[in-house]
């Protein structure tokens, strides 16, 4: 959990015309301060990431990446202190090939030293795209980097884009992909629009038997960033979002502007319920079961569940939909507590398999609700298989 800044200020360098969002120590410094004092640290969200856009062009006579000297007087060292001067973490991005996506130096034939820089930097966690690299080597390029980083003893969360980039070629191997990276992107970027976010819906769902069981503790499935807060989404597409990402257990990264935040999607971004959601020590990614309509599920630690309703409909009123008939549904045999926790939190009560609960959502909207069985004997052990193997970045729990 924790702020990217790439979806909301991009490759902004223009630090005379534009101070206050330019790609500078002195924005994340800002954000350190606000995720602070507003209650961000609190609810959970812990990094504070650098995207693309930071480095000099130049490599140092020792072939050390550098921060743009004018942006970063201080260096990225500095700045990696002062933000775990606030109880926080500090995110950097670099790229497996030879240079960035947008044109600055890569770490391909640097693998070694980049992750060396990193660590003496005090680096907690690190962005890896995949720009300017033949495809047929990204893998080799992500194991490198992965060694590398190990080879430092540093503990430094590994964020991989290896699977984005192999995808328009051929199905990536999740088992290596998981053994390599705590998290990985599969598919495009997020924009700032309901169909950016729609079309990551729809990807992960008709991919989900390949993606999902790779998903666990330790390493996640990551469909990019959170944009609630900005300009493009609704409140209602704002709570389908947050909502989806909280069932599919991905990383709650947000890109937005702290500083200038509505209060409907600060409440929404720290909605403790929907975070605990998201946080579940099951670790087990959520599953779309209904595309009618669209239910997605995700078993809960302690044989609960949480379903999220979402109404694709983008035209006329609310809808009504019968959780009823959701597939878990069968857990309230022989009872189950619900509770409603979007779009309001409501304590909907003690339930059977044959009850009839009906949900309004408005369009483009999602309602979020939590089953708890009740007088069910629990058997067996929620053990998963990979967690009798893990390898050193896979730190669980850091989403």
């Known amino acids: 959990m924790g702020w990217l800044h790439w979806e909301r200020f991009m490759c902004n360098i223009d630090c005379d015309k534009d101070p206050n969002n330019c790609i500078s120590e002195s924005l994340y410094m800002q954000m350190a301060d606000v995720m602070v004092k507003e209650g961000w640290k609190e609810a959970g969200y812990e990094y504070v990431c650098i995207d693309d856009c930071w480095p000099s062009h130049q490599r140092d006579a020792k072939g050390r990446l550098q921060a743009d000297p004018k942006r970063f007087p201080g260096g990225i060292k500095k700045l990696a202190d002062y933000v775990h001067s606030k109880g926080l973490k500090l995110g950097i991005y670099a790229d497996v090939g030879k240079n960035t996506c947008a044109g600055y130096p ?41 060694k590398a980083l190990n080879q430092t003893g540093a503990s430094i969360l590994y964020s991989c884009e290896w699977p984005l980039y192999e995808w328009q070629f051929r199905q990536p191997n999740y088992t290596a992909i998981r053994e390599t990276c705590n998290h990985w992107r599969n598919y495009a970027d997020v924009y700032d ?46 709570e389908s979002q947050m909502a989806l990402w909280a069932i599919m257990a991905a990383p709650l990264l947000m890109s937005n502007d702290l500083r200038d935040i509505c209060p409907r999607s600060k409440d929404l971004l720290q909605n403790r319920r929907i975070i605990a959601i998201s946080q579940d020590p099951l670790g087990r990614q959520g599953y779309r079961t209904v595309d009618s309509f669209e239910v997605w599920e995700r078993p809960l630690y302690k044989n609960q569940l949480a379903i999220a309703v979402l109404n ?35 304590e909907i009560g003690v339930q059977t398999l044959n009850s009839k609960v009906v949900v309004s959502v408005n369009p483009s909207g999602t309602a979020l609700l939590t089953v708890t069985p009740i007088n069910r004997v629990l058997t067996g052990s929620h053990k998963l298989h990979w967690q009798d193997t893990p390898v050193k970045h896979n730190m669980p729990f850091l989403k």
């Open 106 to 146: 890569g770490s391909l034939g640097y693998y070694e030293t980049d992750a060396q820089t990193f660590a003496d930097w005090g680096v907690d966690l690190l962005k890896f795209d995949g720009c300017n690299m033949d495809w047929k080597l990204l893998g080799e390029g992500y194991v490198n980097m992965s």
């Open 193 to 238: 629009s309901w169909n950016s976010v729609k079309s990551i819906l729809d990807w992960t769902a008709s991919h989900q038997d390949i993606i999902g069981p790779s998903a666990g503790p330790g390493g996640w499935n990551d469909p990019d960033m959170l944009v609630i807060g900005n300009f493009g989404l609704s409140h209602d597409q704002q």
């Open 312 to 346: 694709k409909q983008e035209i006329g009123g609310p809808r009504g939909f019968s959780i009823s008939v959701a597939p878990g549904w069968k857990i309230c045999s022989p009872q189950c507590n619900v509770t409603q926790i979007l779009p309001q939190f409501k």
